[in-house]
């Protein structure tokens, strides 16, 4: 601080020294002064100068390292953002044709199996229809042979109770005739 304020001290006499400086020319801008003392001010400003140029230098420098790694930073970040945001949209659209398949097949596999239980059902109603056909052709036909059966062996009874009572019949006329003797 103590550098500035002297640097500041010296550019203001330099300044006067000009401002009262004598134009040997008749005006124009063109003054007359003491080169030597001027020179000597100029020379204490250089000396004074160059740590505070130095360090503004450095810290504009410094600065601007900082703001170029910034933007640097700045546009990866960016980059990488956009990248991300590509991503999860990538990922968002994916996530979606993903469920709207998943929907898809999960109606086209309910309408299968809708169809398939209305197949086994129409198969059902119709075997159990045949069975039951059949179940009363096989009674009928049980039917039939059994009153056949019976019927036969009631002939086959009749038949028998016909010959005993025939054999009865002749048993008792020669048991009503006597021997001769």
Known sequence: M????K????????YQMIDEARSSFGGGGYCRIDRDKALDIL???????????????????????????AEKEAERIRRQAEEQARKL????????????????ILKETEAQHNAMIQEAE?????????AERRSTELQRVANEYCEDVLRRTEEALNEALREVQESRSKF????EKKPEN
């Open 172 to 175: 008792q006329n020669l048991s």
């Open 7 to 14: 640097v500041s001290e010296l550019l203001s006499s330099l």
């Open 43 to 69: 020379d204490e400003v250089r000396r004074l100068f160059p740590v505070e140029i130095d360090e503004a230098q450095r810290i504009v420098s410094t600065r601007n390292e900082v703001l170029t790694q």
């Open 122 to 130: 129409e198969s059902a109603a119709e075997l159990t229809s045949k």
């Open 89 to 104: 949209i990538d990922e968002d659209e994916i996530q979606n044709r993903v469920k709207a398949k998943a929907r898809e």
């Open 2 to 5: 103590a550098n500035q304020e």
